[in-house]
């Protein structure tokens, strides 16, 4: 009885300091709850029992969900949320009795992460990290003998001789290695044609604590908005939500391969300013998570106008820059095309985003990344660098690998030739493997999907049955959460729900990687099939003439 | 003119949003600014023309100070403040034109980075990592030879084998990976005498940004209070400002040797709840940081008895665990403390942070560390997690050394008896440093300072005369930071003033590192005596008998 009082007290208390502390949603929430169902209005009374048991001295623990920061309890992260747990549940129950389910290995598709499938290390970067971790290696003439190239070796002295002191143990310059930034620069400088500087670039451990970084600096409270894509990838939402600022949401265009309208942003920016919403950012994501579209030079063009226009930030995921499958389409930085219109440091608040878990490298578990700041003055440049100092630096081997993919090896050196065989191999490879996923879910029935031109995911639309929706809703499940879940219980494979992304009312999808490796695909894809045909099977909707009689 | 006008409305501005958000800061303020003079009140026309620059469309930058986030404008962090940036400008300047200035080289006491002045890794701590960074390595039969003993080799295959799929490149689980976090819970049980559990243990990247998840689950308001030492750790005022918390202070008593006194606890707690805040945490650093000191048993089991009785989480920085210096001394966990008094679980919330970056190993760069966290209910827990995934996962490199600094070679392993001497070097090493500088500091005039039981500080305390603090004030800066930035350009070492940690009213220290490397000691130690007898010469109060006619 008591914990049932807790229980209520607690999402009493719940909603009303949501309601205390942020505004009304934006309509749709960009990540919905997968089942938990939503809090029923709060009673005053409820509200006030939760209140004096919080408050009451001994007895109750000093930390439970009425207590704890609100913002916490409201935010959704859906790509490790509760799918995800229910499949790491399913694993540990495979490898307890590995005849318990219908499959025999859990195949995470949720999640951006290609080593956990089987991609390997690109060989050179790897020599480099393992030598500058170990520098007394360089010292012994035993190591030329193990590794492929001397190029390797030479790197890693070069590296060495960056870091004060060659010491890759010590705290870095909070910016991260000096030396490191301006090879980064290098890098930039080098894809652009035009100037980048190493004091701009900020390394950090992978790009989400960049990201959370300028959601900290610029939000100042639930009157500061910031434009995000729906679908969008969910640590912006995270982050805003943690930051206490208000998401405010721009649609991407399914029916146009996921375009992004500039006359959609404006519309969402005055309906927001006409709420009294402060918007200070445009995030877009480029080429897209979860849509996996790449946009066109004209399209940025007109983008970057707006953000100049309405006085934005222009926040520019790029981590998939290396991501791009379709001959048709070339990455250009937002940073390229804003200075290719003329657009100097002067006009433009930019930060573009990069890590070493995407392209070809996939080296998820190293952390590294940075982002480049341009176009703020030097004050605000200051508490930039002041937010970063609180957390000292970043890893110095994530920072090493970031300057490697900024500055990998270049034709003449010795290495070249077997680095681009293996970079070129895991690029097409992960193209056909687009493409094989892709048609697979246009073959299907109630399936429709657009083309993956980058990144490392299908978002494919579920034309769900009504029947479906109805069994999803008795469950007490959003449909394409059931969906999901279906599918992990009858083949294994782990997919996010598209309402973990947001998406148009009313529509279904789910996110698929690209990752598993390229001799899994067809096994993948029929046991994906399977799956689908009986779940239309038991949920076609009938049509009057097909009734049965009776029904 | 109109950038006068912009500075004097950017203080008023800021000046009022910190009014706004936060209650009466508590004094003295934890951590005062170097040198910025105080903001002047601000005036309603001053605020009025700002906020009026700031919203109006074109024309001003869309982020100025006026409008960034005010936690992000309060907070301090002097670790890394101005006098360490003047400090990189002098090494600039010596780089560029050696014989410019008094000295030859920039001496980095300012900050616990101790592979920065010299310290070497610890061999078997980076043989492993290399192996894990390049697995390839380990097929190869050239690799014995290269490496210093065959467990290295062994445990790398033990720590991969641990890792899903051998892949360092992959994200782990939120929390780090599984069998880690086991190797590091059999390691506190075997430190402590009492259960760990892995699934208790959350791998991050250094201690700071666990210290940050636990504020973010904690602080709702600005009515939330966290208990603090001071001096203290600028990470914790930092850390509670960007979160919105109140910082509620405590004083460690200098006059036996920085003791922390449950009264002063209890006096302290008190005043803060009559002022309306809800104090959720305490926050204890032991050994002690800037203060060096190490807590005695009876000392810890009050403070876990008060924390129980007031409902408070304790919040532990065990992060220098391993650095001990004195006989009568030795290292407690509070978690040991706290089953060693009969609370379980069920009791009392705790959390213990450590890094790699402290102790014998001081591996910064690799952004290694964890929490152990207990005493939460599976909700708030699951929270926790949720937090943690935002960020996917900490750097694996990182994961791993904290695995093998919580189980290093054992008696009886290959490795162990060279491992030890390079232990047992560095840590009698430190201990003869810290005895050479605190007898040095307690040599001079005017200085009195404790001793470094534990951690890699010294915090001497200034005994200033009035016209040295009459000189500061005319300088616009705090006496400390005065006397910091003469003995900077005196002699190129770099401490951190007392303000910026937060000392008792009408005091002034600064906070020295044991770090400079022994055979540097005692030049460092001749060149401060010579700086600070020159100073007490120059500003030395000259009693009436003494003072020279005509004054």
Redesign the interface.
């Known amino acids: 009885m008591r914990r049932f009082l807790t229980d209520r007290a607690r999402r009493a208390v719940a909603a009303s300091?949501r309601g205390a502390t942020r505004p009304a949603a934006p309509s749709p929430a960009p990540a919905a709850a997968l089942s938990r169902p939503s809090p029923s209005a709060p009673s005053a009374m409820a509200a006030y029992m939760a209140r004096a048991m919080s408050?009451s001295?001994?007895g109750?623990?000093?930390?439970?969900?009425d207590?704890?920061?609100?913002?916490?309890?409201e935010?959704k992260?859906a790509?490790?949320g509760e799918i995800v747990t229910h499949a790491?549940n399913l694993e540990q129950e495979l490898h307890k009795n590995p005849e318990s389910l219908p499959f025999d290995e859990i195949l995470y598709c949720n999640?951006g992460?290609?080593?956990?499938?089987?991609?390997q290390?690109v060989?050179f970067f790897?020599?480099v990290?393992?030598?500058c971790?170990?520098p007394?290696?360089l010292d012994?003439s035993?190591?030329h003998?193990?590794y492929s190239s001397s190029d390797a070796i030479e790197r890693a002295w070069q590296i060495l001789e960056k870091i004060?002191?060659r010491?890759?143990?010590?705290?870095?310059h909070?910016q991260g290695v000096k030396g490191l930034r301006d090879e980064i620069a290098a890098g930039i400088a080098a894809r652009d044609g035009f100037h980048a500087s190493g004091d701009n670039i900020f390394l950090t451990?992978?790009a989400?604590?960049a990201v959370?970084m300028m959601m900290?600096?610029?939000?100042?409270s639930e009157k500061d908005g910031i434009l995000c894509p729906l679908p969008q990838y969910p640590?912006y939402s995270?982050?805003i939500a943690?930051?206490g600022g208000s998401f405010v949401p721009y649609f991407l265009d399914e029916e146009t391969g996921w375009g992004l309208e500039v006359d959609e942003l404006k519309k969402q920016v005055d309906e927001a300013r006409s709420k009294g919403i402060?918007v200070?950012a445009l995030v877009v994501i480029n080429p897209g998570n979860p849509t996996g579209q790449v946009l066109a030079e004209e399209n940025q063009k007109k983008i970057v106008e707006f953000c100049k226009?309405e006085?934005?930030?222009l926040l520019a995921d790029e981590v998939y820059q290396e991501n791009i499958y379709v001959e048709d389409k070339q990455f250009h930085s937002f940073k390229k095309i804003a200075r290719s219109m003329g657009y100097t440091d002067d006009d433009l608040?930019l930060v573009s985003f990069q890590s070493v878990?995407k392209g070809y490298y996939?080296?998820?578990?190293?952390?590294g990344g940075y982002m480049e700041v341009t176009g703020?003055?030097a004050?605000?440049r200051e508490?930039i660098y002041?937010?970063a100092?609180?957390?000292?630096?970043?890893?110095?081997?994530?920072q090493i690998l970031s300057s490697l993919i900024m500055n990998p090896p270049k034709v003449g050196d010795e290495s070249y030739e077997s680095f681009m065989v293996e970079r070129d191999g895991i690029i097409s490879s992960l193209a056909r493997r687009a493409k094989a996923l892709e048609e697979a879910f246009n073959s299907l029935e109630g399936i429709t999907c657009n083309k993956a031109e980058g990144a490392m995911y299908l978002f494919p639309r579920l034309h769900l049955p009504q029947k479906a929706i109805g069994a999803a809703q008795a469950a007490g499940a959003a449909p394409d959460a059931y969906y999901a879940l279906r599918l992990l219980q009858a083949t294994g494979i782990v997919v996010v729900p598209g309402s973990g992304f947001g998406q148009a009312p009313g529509t279904y999808h789910f996110r698929c990687t690209i990752l598993p490796q390229e001799d899994k695909i067809p096994a993948i894809i029929s046991r994906f099939k399977e799956f689908h045909e009986k779940f239309m099977d038991e949920f076609r909707d009938v049509s009057r003439d097909e009734a049965p009689t009776g029904a």
Do not use: M, W
């Open positions: 300091l408050t001295a001994a109750t623990p000093p930390v439970s969900l207590t704890i920061n609100p913002k916490v309890l935010f992260y790509v490790r790491q999640i992460n290609p080593h956990s499938l089987g991609q290390p060989t790897r020599e990290l393992s030598l971790d170990h007394a290696l012994k035993e190591t003998a193990l004060p002191g010491a890759t143990g010590a705290y870095s909070s451990d992978g989400s604590p959370h900290q600096l610029l939000i100042r640590l995270a982050s943690l930051h402060t200070r226009n006085g934005l930030v608040p878990s996939g080296e998820c578990g190293k952390r703020f003055n004050d605000v508490q002041k937010v100092s609180v957390n000292l630096c970043s890893n110095i081997s994530g």
